[in-house]
């Protein structure tokens, strides 16, 4: 894989593939995507667990202005592919019994020491197994001598609000660029400060 990606002094160092037990005991299997042309089952699982985790919001709140939710869904999908194929993005992803169950996207900051978080996702049906939690504390492994990792998301998307205050990350004000204050929450996990 190629190991060159980073635009200042981080470099993806890929771990190699593990195994690990989740909460129920059972084996998951975490390793890179590598294959460029098929983001097929992780398509799946983005669109499930994002459905999920949406499900008691309406359309106004998500600024679905033609309430289409898969074209909504769709277009972070699209954006996605996009950062992968060009490899601005690492994803790692997270398979039991040989099937994506989760995967989450790094992407390294042009100018600071920083690693973003991007499209972490878990299959409904293994939430709270300890698998989000795995994703995300892997970018500290893969990203040698990284200082933050950083996060935003959707006010409104209170699990992974939670989710993110639950692993340790505190409210910040990194990656607001581009989005609405408003609306969007910024997050980071202080590595400096944990070791
Ligand atoms: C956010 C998400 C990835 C969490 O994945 P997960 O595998 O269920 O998370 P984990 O089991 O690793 O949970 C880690 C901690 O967060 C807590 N947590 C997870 N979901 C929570 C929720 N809905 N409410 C409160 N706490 C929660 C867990 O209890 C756990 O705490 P613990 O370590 O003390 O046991 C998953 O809910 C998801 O896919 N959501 C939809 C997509 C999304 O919103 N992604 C984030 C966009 S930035």
């Not at 690990?20 to 983001?39: I, P």
């Not at 097929?40 to 709140?61: C, G, M, P, V």
């Not at 690492?90 to 398979?95: D, E, G, N, T």
Request: with cysteine.
């Amino acid at each position: 894989m190629d190991q060159g990606l980073s635009h200042n002094s981080l470099l993806f160092t890929p771990i190699p593939a593990w195994q690990q037990k989740d909460k129920l005991g059972e084996m998951v299997s975490f390793d890179w995507v590598k294959d460029e042309n098929r983001l097929l089952q992780e398509e799946e699982i983005f669109f499930r667990s994002f459905i999920e985790a949406y499900k008691d919001l309406s359309n106004t709140e998500l600024d679905i202005s033609d309430n289409d939710r898969n074209r909504f869904f769709g277009s972070f999908f699209d954006d996605l592919r996009q950062r992968f194929e060009t490899k601005k993005m690492q994803l790692l992803s997270a398979k039991k019994e040989n099937k994506t169950i989760g995967f989450v996207g790094f992407e390294v900051c042009e100018k600071v020491p920083f690693v973003y978080i991007r499209y972490l996702v878990v299959d409904p049906s293994c939430w709270k197994l300890g698998i989000g939690k795995q994703l995300v504390l892997s970018g500290i492994k893969a990203y040698p001598g990284v200082q933050k990792l950083l996060v935003v998301t959707r006010k409104i998307n209170h699990i992974s609000t939670k989710f993110y205050l639950k692993l340790g990350f505190k409210q910040s004000q990194h990656g607001h660029g581009g989005v609405d204050p408003e609306k969007y929450v910024g997050f980071e996990f202080d590595i400096t400060q944990k070791t």
